[in-house]
C-alpha cells in the first residue's frame, strides 16, 4: 500500500503529473481521503483498501503490481536494489561494496552514502514515472537492502553483500544505511529500506531454498537478531524474509520470527517481503503447511 499511496501522492504534485494524469482518475474520485496527502497515511490506505475487489488486492501481491485504471492507480515494480549504489538503473554512483564500508567502522559514513543512493532513487523514478506508472524492474522506491546477514563462513559466496561477522557492528550499519535512506522527513520516506534475510541465513547457498537451519536460543538472540532487532527498532519500512527454514519452518512461515519477534517484541509496523521464491519455497521446498 506504501508503494499505491506514494504513487498517488506523485500524481498529485504538481511537479511529477504528467498532462495525462488527470484523465485516469474518474471525477468523483477526485476529492476521495486516499488521494488526499494532508491525511493520515492510515487513513488513505484505509479508504483506498475498501474500494478495491478481491482482484485487485490479490494483484498487488506481487512484485510487479498491476495498475487499477478505475481507481487511478499506476503499476508500479516493487524490486529495487541498492547495496552500495542505485543497481541496475543506468548510470549512478557505485559505492564500495557493503564488506568495505564495514571494514571503515564509521556508520555516520554509511548513512551518508545511503542518503545520496536515496537521492539517486529519486531522481530516476521521478524521471521515468509517467500517468500509467513505471513498471520496469529496479526503477522504483522501494529498496532491497541492506543486507545484514551474519557472515560467519568465509566460504559464503555473499558474505561480501554483509557488514561482517559481527552483530554489534552489523547491528550498527545497517541502522544507519536504513535512517539515511529513507530520511529524516516526519511524514514521508526518501525511500524504503529493507533489511535482509530474515533470519538465520548465511549459506550454504546451494541448499538455500530448502536447508532448515537449527540454532540454539543463544545464537539467535547473540548472532542473529541483534541487526534485525535494530533497523526495525529505527524504523525500516520493510523486512524480507529468507528462503531458509528456521527449526523446522520456513523462515517466511516461522511465527517465532514473523509474529513473536518482528511483530510482538519489536513493535513492527512495517511490511514483509518473501526473497524471491521463498513463498513458494514454504510448500515446494520445505513441504511445509498448517
Not at 524492474?137 to 543486507?147: A, D, I, Q
Not at 535512517?179 to 550454504?204: E, R
Request: aromatic letters at 10%.
Amino acid at each position: 500500500m506504501f508503494a499505491l499511496i506514494v504513487a498517488v501522492s506523485d500524481q498529485s504534485s504538481a511537479q511529477v503529473t504528467s498532462p495525462a494524469s488527470s484523465q485516469s482518475v474518474a471525477p468523483d474520485l477526485s476529492k476521495a481521503p486516499f488521494r488526499n496527502p494532508a491525511l493520515p497515511i492510515e487513513q488513505r490506505v484505509n479508504d483506498l483498501v475498501s474500494r478495491m475487489t478481491l482482484e485487485e488486492k490479490v494483484s498487488q501481491m506481487v512484485h510487479t503490481a498491476a495498475a487499477i485504471p478505475r481507481l487511478g492507480i499506476p503499476e508500479y515494480n516493487w524490486w529495487s536494489e541498492g547495496l552500495h549504489g542505485a543497481a541496475r538503473e543506468g548510470y549512478a554512483t557505485v559505492f564500495p561494496q557493503a564488506i568495505g564500508l564495514a571494514a571503515t567502522f564509521d556508520p555516520d559514513l554509511l548513512h551518508k552514502e545511503a542518503d545520496v543512493i536515496a537521492t539517486e532513487f529519486r531522481a530516476k523514478y521521478y524521471d521515468r514515472v509517467n500517468e500509467k506508472g513505471y513498471s520496469d524492474w529496479f526503477h522504483g522506491l522501494t529498496v532491497w537492502s541492506p543486507n545484514i546477514n551474519i557472515f560467519r563462513d568465509p566460504r559464503w559466496g555473499r558474505g561480501q553483500e554483509t557488514y561482517g561477522e559481527d552483530p554489534f557492528l552489523t547491528a550498527q550499519m545497517g541502522v544507519a544505511y536504513v535512517t539515511g535512506l529513507q530520511g529524516n522527513d516526519p511524514k514521508y520516506l526518501k525511500a524504503l529500506a529493507t533489511p535482509k534475510h530474515f533470519a538465520v541465513h548465511s549459506g550454504p547457498e546451494p541448499t538455500r531454498h530448502s536447508v532448515d537451519i537449527k540454532v540454539s536460543e543463544h545464537d539467535l538472540e547473540d548472532t542473529y537478531l541483534p541487526a534485525f532487532r535494530a533497523t526495525a527498532m529505527a524504523g525500516a519500512g520493510s523486512v524480507m524474509c529468507a528462503y531458509n527454514a528456521v527449526d523446522g519452518k520456513p523462515a517466511c512461515a516461522q511465527p517465532m520470527l514473523l509474529e513473536e519477534h518482528l511483530r510482538k517484541d519489536w513493535h513492527f509496523n512495517g511490511y514483509v517481503v518473501s526473497d524471491c521464491g521463498a513463498a513458494s519455497d514454504i510448500s515446494r521446498n520445505h513441504h511445509y503447511t498448517t
